[in-house]
């Protein structure tokens, strides 16, 4: 319990309206098993997801090989689904055993009307997740080196993000049709726009 306080004071719902966590501490959390379907287009209700134990990720209903997001201890899923979103498009999964904490929209409704607040935050976060998905765009959209190695990255890494730890640089370059400096010079920019972490030789893409 101590540990889902903790999660949840760090959570960009309750900045600022920490009078409300009694409250959210009192809602039963649901548990899942490794593989087990967590919601998806046809189960899920109107209610936004905090993961409090264990990790999850969102998959193409069509294709579920393609990994669409993570999620561990803290982070939240169904956001864009509420307040007169078309809901889920995505099928959520618990990777390993986990806990979810749901809340309805009628009950952040509710809170919404006590606590105003709130409602900034919500849309901070949604903000955030738009300035994020432009950026996502305009990357994918531009001719340019960095460009054309984050979309190898992203059709070679897997479902979590990792790419070979052998990836030869030189062949990478090659393939890519540039420069090693080009290489090196696109790897930090992306990595300074938080697409994708280094581990010295080791890759991640941000998923």
């Known amino acids: 319990m101590d540990d ?39 189960t899920a209700q109107q209610a936004l997801g905090i993961v409090l134990q ?8 069509a294709r579920e090989q393609t990994v669409l997001a993570a999620f561990g201890p803290g982070d939240t899923f169904g956001a864009a689904a509420l307040f007169g979103g078309a809901g889920y498009v995505s099928r959520i999964r618990a990777v390993t055993g986990s806990e979810v904490l749901f809340l309805p929209e009628t009950l952040l409704r509710q809170w919404v009307e006590r606590c105003p607040q709130m409602a900034v935050n919500y849309i901070a976060f949604l903000s955030g ?47 890519l049709s540039m420069g090693r400096t080009s290489l090196y010079r696109a790897l930090e920019e992306l990595e300074t726009a938080g697409w994708i972490v280094r581990k010295g030789k080791r890759i991640e893409v941000l998923l």
Not at 8 to 26: C, D, I, S, T, Y
Not at 54 to 61: N, S, T
Not at 145 to 150: E, F, G, I, K, W
């Open 129 to 175: 997740r738009v300035r994020f998905l432009n950026g996502k765009i305009a990357i994918l959209t531009q001719d340019s080196a960095q460009n054309r190695l984050y979309r190898w990255l992203l059709a070679n890494c897997d479902g979590e993000g990792r790419l070979p730890e052998k990836l030869s640089m030189t062949k990478l370059a090659a393939t």
């Open 54 to 61: 264990g990790r999850a990720e969102a998959v193409a209903a």
């Open 4 to 42: 889902h306080l903790t999660i949840l004071q760090n959570h960009f719902l309750f900045r600022g309206v920490e009078e409300l966590l009694p409250e959210v501490l009192a809602l039963p959390a649901k548990s899942f098993q490794r593989g087990e379907t967590i919601c998806d287009p046809d």
